[in-house]
Each structure stands twice: as structure tokens, then as C-alpha cells.
């Protein structure tokens, strides 16, 4: 034996002993989860209560009624094509703020820090707030509905179409500025091109998730299936309340699975 | 034509970067083509680039393009406009040059191809096509053989110095390859320390001698 300990032999611990600082973090992290939970109020007696509650609203929402079929599902095309128009025309304006919030795109940095201050307060106030705003500013109806999807998706899709963007090769965008192209020349020839499966992707969910938005948005008077859904329920008429569910679970499902073969098609070839 | 040598972190890359001001120059001055480089505004950089043809190491071709439309990207030193941007929305006489500069690299075969389905040697031919689409008085070549295996580097080294004789354009290329810098140029010019040590005709340089400049240089560069 030369005193070496073969590898099998070294005593490596399993876990690492936290530093004093990140135990601290963590017992704080764990109090605050118990404290949430303190502070709602939420206890299993009030879960148990609920419960028969809840089976209640579920025998009387079975049959569901289809008396009002006909009208539900014009609501739900209303609520679609809300959807459609909001999206279509966030991504619309999203497209051209992203350019200017994207690092080593955007022509001056001010401009960025402008756009992406934009993009920001789009994406962290909620699509309900923004409903509530065009509510107050344009009156009820689905006009409200396509401007608060509109300013949702700038947020959603600017960010992720910048970010796309910059996360380009720049070997292709250096070529070229090294001939002399313009900037537009840059951004669509060398970067729009590579960025574009990014894009599509994005904007298939932008238009899932706008559809899923669109039906919360009624309930605030902005326009779709969603006020079918409020009146529904506070006239306790639960078993209209079960058909309007199907049909928007129904239409969630299909936009999504037309979305995922979409996704697929068009994300191929480019020439 | 003129092969620039030396060791890694001499400057060589660094130096064909700063004649078309992609690095720019903290001091001194670029003079080319009877211009003076350093003091030219954004347009009159943008004139002076597309006179350069550029030919980068890592061909930097749009990966989900075409071969062809890689190409007519090169029109953009003289075009402007979405007609620029994809080969079906190119002019009739654009794809037409586009093509012939595919074809000088002896692939109009693949214009159609993605370039992300092309192998290493002939995506470098496509971006010499592209350069070619500048119509550039001007050539400089960064490493174009370094990516590549020994056949496909000779070939394209071959090739740039046909067309530049052909086309009777200044050829400045970097290469590691001792044999290409000899073989493809006619003079050698050699970097140590950022500054030219070496200049010789290619035709009276000794493969030896110039090894040994190489490798002693890379010693010494490898010293703190």
C-alpha cells in the first residue's frame, strides 16, 4: 500500500450543510407558506363544509340544459372571433415594440428601455384590469373585449418575440452588416428568419390563451360568453351554467389541438 | 493576394475586422479602396462595407434559408426593400446573378437546399457566392479553411484565389494551413504582437522557416 486511498474509499457527504444565511432563508420561506395559509383563512372544516355545497351545484347542473344551445354557441363565435381580433392585432403591435425593446436591435437604448418599460406594465397588469379600464372607456360590449386582449398580448408576445430575437446566431446578422445591409435588411433577412419558429410558437399560445382570456373577460361586461355565464349563475340556473362550461371546454380543446398541429406544419421548411 | 500568419491572439482576426470597422479601431487610422476608413459616417461605411467582400470562418449563412436566397442576400450592399430579403420575392435579374454566383461555386445544384442541410465545405462555397452577389473589388477571408477537412479547406482556399484571379480583385486571407498561406497567395505577411514581423513573397517562402516563425511565436505568446 502507497497510502493512497483509492476512490471507493473517499467519504464524500451526501448533502452540503447550509450556510447560516441560506437556513435562515428558508426557515423564513417556510413560516411565510404557513403564515398564507393562517392568513386565508383556509382550515379543512371550511373544505368539508363546502364539499356538500358543491355536490349540490353539480346535481343541479346535470342534465345540463340545451334549450339555449343555439344562442350559447353564437356567444361562444362571439367570444372566438373577440379572441381572434384582440390577438391578431396584439401581435400586430407586438411585432414592431419588440424590435425596439430587443438588445442589439432596438436603433437607440433609450428607445429599448422605453419599449421595454411598455412590454412590462402590458404583461404585469392582469387582461381583467385592462377590461375593466376599456370597460370605463368604450362602453360594454366586445370592443372592450378585443383592446384588453389586444394590450395583454403586446405584453405576452413582445416580450417573447425580443427576446426570440436577440437570442438569434449573430454570425448571419454580422455577415451581412459587414456588406453593408440596412438595418431592415438585418432584421429581415438574417434575424426575422431564424427567430420565426420562435414566433409562430408564440403566437399559436397567444391566441390559446386569449381564448381562454376572452371568456373571463365577459364577466366583467366586456362582451362574449362570459356575461351567458354571469347571468347563468346569479339566476342560480345551473344546468344553462353546465352547457356553457362544455361548449368553452370544448372550444379551449379545439383551439388547442388545432394550435399543436398548426404548431407542427408550419414551423418547417423556410426557402 | 496576400496571406496573413501568426499565432493565435496576434491580431489577424482582429486586424480584417478593424478594415471594415466590425471591431473599430481604438487608435490609428484604416485607409482602403482610397478611402479613410476610421472617419467615414454610418452611410458612408455602409458604401465602403459593400465594396468589401467579407468571408468569415464560420460562413455565417442563415441557417432555415435557402442556399439561393443566402445568396441574393448579397445584393443587399447595393439594394434596398423586401425584394432583397427571400429569393422569391427577388427580382427576375437578381436570382438570375444569384444563380450564376451559385453556379461559379459549382453548386446551383443545391439552391434550393437549406443551408442548415449543407455540409461544412460547401455552406463556406455558398458564402463565397454571397460575397460574390456583392461584386466586391475588395476580398478579406477569416480562417475561410479552418472549419473544414483538409480536402474541403484546400478546395475553398483554391477556389477564392480562381475567382480573385479571375476577377482580378485583392485577396487578404488569414489561414493556419503553412501549405494554403504558400500555396494560394502571393505574398506572406506574418503578425507577432499585433504589428507585421514577417514579409516575404510566397514564392521564395520556406515552408520550414515559416513554421518556425509560427510556432515560435506561439511560444512566446504563451509566456504571462
Same mark, same amino acid.
Given at each position: 500500500?502507497?497510502? &493512497?486511498?483509492?476512490?471507493?474509499?473517499?467519504?464524500?457527504?451526501?448533502?452540503?450543510?447550509?450556510?447560516?444565511?441560506?437556513?435562515?432563508?428558508?426557515? !423564513?420561506?417556510?413560516?411565510?407558506?404557513?403564515?398564507?395559509?393562517?392568513?386565508?383563512? #383556509?382550515?379543512?372544516?371550511?373544505?368539508?363544509?363546502?364539499?356538500?355545497? #358543491?355536490?349540490?351545484?353539480?346535481?343541479?347542473?346535470?342534465?345540463?340544459?340545451?334549450?339555449?344551445?343555439?344562442?350559447?354557441?353564437?356567444?361562444?363565435?362571439?367570444?372566438?372571433?373577440?379572441?381572434?381580433?384582440?390577438?391578431? %392585432?396584439?401581435?400586430?403591435?407586438?411585432?414592431?415594440?419588440?424590435?425596439?425593446?430587443?438588445?442589439?436591435?432596438?436603433? &437607440?437604448?433609450?428607445?429599448?428601455?422605453? /419599449?421595454?418599460?411598455?412590454?412590462?406594465?402590458?404583461?404585469?397588469?392582469?387582461?381583467?384590469?385592462?377590461? #375593466?379600464?376599456?370597460?370605463?372607456?368604450? =362602453?360594454?360590449?366586445?370592443?372592450?373585449?378585443?383592446?384588453?386582449?389586444?394590450?395583454?398580448?403586446?405584453?405576452?408576445?413582445?416580450?417573447?418575440?425580443?427576446?426570440?430575437?436577440?437570442?438569434?446566431?449573430?454570425?448571419?446578422?454580422?455577415? %451581412? /452588416?459587414?456588406?453593408?445591409?440596412?438595418?431592415?435588411? !438585418?432584421?429581415?433577412?438574417?434575424?426575422?428568419?431564424?427567430?420565426?419558429? /420562435?414566433?409562430?410558437?408564440?403566437? !399559436?399560445? /397567444?391566441?390559446?390563451?386569449?381564448?381562454?382570456?376572452?371568456?373571463?373577460?365577459?364577466?366583467?361586461?366586456?362582451? =362574449?360568453?362570459?356575461?351567458?355565464?354571469?347571468?347563468?349563475?346569479?339566476?342560480?340556473?345551473?344546468?344553462?351554467?353546465?352547457?356553457?362550461?362544455?361548449?368553452?371546454?370544448? #372550444?379551449?380543446?379545439?383551439?388547442?389541438?388545432?394550435?399543436?398541429?398548426?404548431?407542427?406544419?408550419?414551423?418547417?421548411?423556410?426557402? | 493576394?496576400?496571406?496573413?500568419?501568426?499565432?493565435?491572439?496576434?491580431?489577424? @482576426?482582429?486586424?480584417?475586422?478593424?478594415?471594415?470597422?466590425?471591431?473599430?479601431?481604438?487608435?490609428?487610422?484604416?485607409?482602403?479602396?482610397?478611402?479613410?476608413?476610421?472617419?467615414?459616417?454610418?452611410?458612408?461605411?455602409?458604401?465602403?462595407?459593400?465594396?468589401?467582400?467579407?468571408?468569415?470562418?464560420?460562413?455565417?449563412?442563415?441557417?432555415? +434559408? @435557402?442556399?439561393?436566397?443566402?445568396?441574393?442576400?448579397?445584393?443587399?450592399?447595393?439594394?434596398?426593400?423586401?425584394?432583397?430579403?427571400?429569393?422569391?420575392?427577388?427580382?427576375?435579374?437578381?436570382?438570375?446573378?444569384?444563380?450564376?454566383?451559385?453556379?461559379?461555386?459549382?453548386?446551383?445544384?443545391?439552391?434550393?437546399?437549406?443551408?442548415?442541410?449543407?455540409?461544412?465545405?460547401?455552406?463556406?462555397?455558398?458564402?463565397?457566392?454571397?460575397?460574390?452577389?456583392?461584386?466586391?473589388?475588395?476580398?478579406?477571408?477569416?480562417?475561410?479553411?479552418?472549419?473544414?477537412?483538409?480536402?474541403?479547406?484546400?478546395?475553398?482556399?483554391?477556389?477564392?484565389?480562381?475567382?480573385?484571379?479571375?476577377?482580378?480583385?485583392?485577396?487578404? +486571407?488569414? @489561414?493556419?494551413?503553412?501549405?494554403?498561406?504558400?500555396?494560394?497567395?502571393?505574398?506572406?505577411?506574418?503578425?507577432?504582437?499585433?504589428?507585421?514581423?514577417?514579409?516575404?513573397?510566397?514564392?521564395?517562402?520556406?515552408?520550414?522557416? +515559416?513554421?518556425?516563425?509560427?510556432?515560435?511565436? @506561439?511560444?512566446?505568446?504563451?509566456?504571462?
Amino acid at each position: 500500500m502507497n497510502g &493512497h486511498r483509492s476512490p471507493s474509499q473517499v467519504s464524500v457527504p451526501r448533502f452540503e450543510r447550509p450556510s447560516a444565511i441560506s437556513f435562515i432563508l428558508w426557515v !423564513l420561506a417556510v413560516a411565510f407558506v404557513v403564515w398564507s395559509f393562517a392568513g386565508t383563512g #383556509l382550515s379543512m372544516e371550511r373544505l368539508a363544509r363546502g364539499i356538500p355545497s #358543491l355536490i349540490s351545484i353539480f346535481q343541479r347542473m346535470f342534465p345540463p340544459e340545451i334549450d339555449r344551445l343555439p344562442q350559447i354557441l353564437w356567444s361562444l363565435l362571439g367570444t372566438f372571433q373577440m379572441a381572434v381580433a384582440g390577438c391578431v %392585432l396584439g401581435l400586430l403591435f407586438s411585432f414592431p415594440l419588440a424590435i425596439l425593446a430587443a438588445e442589439g436591435i432596438s436603433p &437607440h437604448p433609450a428607445l429599448r428601455v422605453f /419599449s421595454r418599460g411598455l412590454i412590462a406594465l402590458f404583461r404585469t397588469v392582469p387582461d381583467l384590469v385592462w377590461a #375593466l379600464l376599456f370597460v370605463i372607456a368604450v =362602453g360594454l360590449g366586445p370592443a372592450a373585449g378585443v383592446m384588453a386582449i389586444m394590450v395583454d398580448k403586446i405584453g405576452f408576445a413582445g416580450r417573447f418575440f425580443a427576446e426570440a430575437m436577440e437570442e438569434t446566431d449573430k454570425g448571419p446578422r454580422e455577415a %451581412l /452588416s459587414a456588406l453593408g445591409a440596412s438595418r431592415m435588411g !438585418l432584421i429581415f433577412s438574417a434575424i426575422v428568419p431564424q427567430a420565426l419558429p /420562435s414566433f409562430i410558437a408564440t403566437s !399559436l399560445f /397567444s391566441l390559446e390563451k386569449a381564448v381562454r382570456g376572452s371568456v373571463i373577460l365577459g364577466l366583467v361586461g366586456a362582451g =362574449g360568453i362570459g356575461v351567458e355565464l354571469k347571468v347563468a349563475f346569479d339566476l342560480f340556473d345551473y344546468d344553462t351554467a353546465a352547457t356553457i362550461i362544455i361548449c368553452i371546454f370544448i #372550444l379551449v380543446l379545439v383551439v388547442e389541438q388545432a394550435s399543436n398541429r398548426l404548431r407542427s406544419v408550419t414551423i418547417g421548411p423556410m426557402r | 493576394m496576400v496571406a496573413l500568419i501568426g499565432a493565435n491572439g496576434t491580431g489577424k @482576426s482582429t486586424l480584417l475586422r478593424c478594415l471594415v470597422r466590425l471591431i473599430e479601431p481604438t487608435a490609428g487610422t484604416v485607409r482602403a479602396l482610397g478611402l479613410e476608413v476610421t472617419t467615414l459616417d454610418r452611410a458612408g461605411l455602409a458604401a465602403y462595407r459593400s465594396r468589401v467582400g467579407f468571408v468569415f470562418q464560420r460562413h455565417n449563412l442563415v441557417p432555415r +434559408l @435557402s442556399a439561393l436566397t443566402n445568396v441574393v442576400h448579397g445584393v443587399q450592399s447595393r439594394a434596398r426593400g423586401p425584394r432583397t430579403w427571400l429569393q422569391s420575392l427577388a427580382r427576375r435579374e437578381v436570382r438570375e446573378e444569384a444563380m450564376a454566383c451559385l453556379d461559379s461555386v459549382g453548386l446551383a445544384d443545391v439552391a434550393r437546399q437549406r443551408a442548415d442541410s449543407l455540409s461544412g465545405g460547401q455552406s463556406q462555397r455558398v458564402a463565397i457566392a454571397r460575397m460574390l452577389m456583392q461584386r466586391p473589388e475588395l476580398i478579406l477571408a477569416d480562417e475561410p479553411d479552418a472549419s473544414l477537412d483538409p480536402r474541403a479547406g484546400e478546395e475553398v482556399m483554391g477556389l477564392l484565389n480562381r475567382l480573385a484571379k479571375s476577377q482580378k480583385l485583392a485577396l487578404v +486571407l488569414i @489561414s493556419h494551413h503553412m501549405e494554403h498561406a504558400i500555396q494560394f497567395s502571393d505574398r506572406i505577411v506574418g503578425l507577432a504582437g499585433g504589428r507585421a514581423t514577417l514579409d516575404v513573397p510566397s514564392s521564395t517562402a520556406d515552408p520550414v522557416a +515559416l513554421h518556425h516563425f509560427f510556432h515560435d511565436r @506561439s511560444r512566446r505568446n504563451e509566456r504571462p
